[in-house]
C-alpha cells in the first residue's frame, strides 16, 4: 500500500519531519517526507495495509509540541518503490 499525505496545523518547527522517520523505521515504512513552503508537512509512506494506517494514526498526534489541525490521504497508484524512508531537505 503506498499513500499520499498532507498534514497541516503546526508541523515545521517542531521535530515532525524526524519524528515521521523515526516512527516510519519502527513500523518498516519507506518513503520519504518533508516541509512545504505553506507551512504544511507532505509525506510517501509505502508499507501493510496495517503499518501504514498506523503511521498515520501516529501523524495524526504528531511530537509534543506539534499541533495536527487536518491529514489529507490519498492513495497512489503504481510507482517508483522505495528502498528507505528518508526526509528531504
Known sequence: MKKHIYITGRVQGVGFRHFTRKN?????????????????????????????????SRCKKGPISSYVQDIEVSEIENTQDHRSFEVIL
Not at 505553506?38 to 509505502?46: I, K, L, N, T
Open 24 to 56: 516510519a523505521d519502527k513500523l518498516g515504512i519507506t518513503g520519504w517526507v518533508k516541509n512545504l513552503p505553506d507551512g504544511r508537512v507532505e509525506a510517501v509512506f509505502q508499507g501493510t495495509e496495517e503499518h501504514v494506517k498506523e503511521l498515520i
